[in-house]
């Protein structure tokens, strides 16, 4: 029995103006900008139809344009702030490729450019899932390290004394042991379309999540994110 051709939509949403690095969906790693690392991977993935970049940012989009991803429009300006938040910028995404083109996909990937270490593999993985068992979304985490467990963090109190967080249930787990946990970075979301305006979330209701490498696991937000891949990077290389 043949398998299904699902229409499976890139995005990588790109917002130009950025306060701790400027433009850091661009910013250089070993020479090459961040963006160029995600979209090489989006290239490679094989559950992909179609790639494209969401950008305010015509430095940015140049990049897109030469690196083989489509520019399909210029975000405007007032879903590029600070405070723009993602939902609004697919939202906006999907209508104009349905008004403009009559394109709708049976699924969307979500990658941010400053995720330059993620994978094809940890891609494929998230939209195999997706459609293997019928979910809203995918999205990709790593397992928290137990040293930075919630139940081995501490708060500190208006008198200046610390506490476990979680003080209950730190002395309930050495009874019944400690759980795993997570944490989504938000460097793969893949998600049905109709999500959006069924439930308002990108999530839906029936969401899964694939379990990434820790070092794999990197959004440039500061400098020492930058120091971080760029060591990944030299070690793959």
Not at 27 to 45: C, D, F, R, T, W
Not at 76 to 100: Q, R
Not at 131 to 155: I, Y
Request: proline letters at 5%.
């Amino acid at each position: 029995m043949q398998k299904k051709t699902y229409k499976v939509l890139a995005t990588v949403t790109a917002r130009g103006g950025s306060k701790r690095i400027p433009k850091k969906s661009i910013v250089p790693l070993l020479g090459k900008p961040s963006i160029i690392y995600v979209i090489e991977a989006l290239k490679k993935a094989k559950r992909i139809t179609r790639l494209i970049v969401d950008t305010d940012d015509a430095e940015i989009a140049d990049i897109g344009r030469k690196a083989g991803t489509e520019i399909p429009f210029m975000r405007p300006a007032y879903l590029a702030t600070d405070t723009t938040p993602h939902i609004a910028v697919l939202k906006y995404e999907l209508d104009f490729l349905k008004e403009k083109e009559g394109y709708a996909p049976d699924a969307v990937v979500l990658v941010q450019p400053t995720s330059p270490l993620v994978s094809s593999e940890e891609i494929d993985k998230c939209i195999e899932l997706l459609f293997k068992e019928n979910l809203d979304s995918v999205e990709s985490v790593f397992e928290v390290p137990t040293h930075f467990h919630p139940f081995a963090q501490r708060v500190i109190d208006t008198e200046r004394y610390t506490h476990f967080l979680f003080q209950k249930e730190r002395t309930e787990s050495k009874r019944t042991g400690i759980k795993p946990t997570t944490y989504a970075m938000g460097n793969v979301y893949c998600f049905r379309p109709s999500n959006l305006k069924e439930y308002g979330t990108i999530q839906g209701e029936k969401s899964k999540s694939v379990i990434i490498e820790r070092r794999t696991a990197v959004d440039i937000d500061e400098l020492f994110d930058v120091e971080i891949a760029e060591t990944v990077l030299k070690n793959l290389a």
